[in-house]
Nanobody, 126 residues
Framework: QVQLVESGGGLVQAGGSLRLSCAAS????????MAWFRQAPGKEREFVAS????????EYADSVKGRFTISRDNANKMVWLQMNSLKPDDTAVYSC???????????????????WGQGTQITVSS
């Protein structure tokens, strides 16, 4: 399994941008489908974005489509989430997740991911 460590969280004003990083350790990072999830206080964890092993396929929640971009670098074992035009509703703890599964019904279900980071807080002020 891979170990995941997120960074890049913080406080930002509405309309601003942040870039989250997820550093992975482990030998087979390129074999993992990666994703970002978030959880706001009092709410369930929700899918944000995912990316396949090659970076050729990405998927986004409707709430972030057009504003967020997920990317990866397999050589350096990194995944990023570029977040633009941030809104107060984006305030949450953002977590990086990884799975080696290859045949799933949906990449948007948190239950299919077996590796998780500790999360990083994003606060967007109005």
């Amino acid at each position: 399994q891979v170990q995941l460590v997120e960074s890049g969280g913080g406080l930002v004003q509405a309309g601003g941008s942040l870039r989250l990083s997820c550093a992975a350790s482990g030998r087979t990072f390129s074999g993992y489908h990666m994703a970002w999830f978030r959880q706001a206080p009092g709410k369930e964890r929700e899918f944000v974005a995912s990316i396949n092993w090659s970076g050729g396929f990405t998927e986004y929640a409707d709430s972030v489509k057009g504003r967020f971009t997920i990317s990866r670098d397999n050589a350096n074992k990194m995944v990023w989430l570029q977040m633009n035009s941030l809104k107060p509703d984006d305030t949450a703890v953002y977590s990086c997740a990884a799975t080696q599964k290859t045949y799933v019904r949906t990449w948007q279900s948190s239950g299919i991911y077996e590796c998780w980071g500790q999360g990083t807080q994003i606060t967007v002020s109005s």
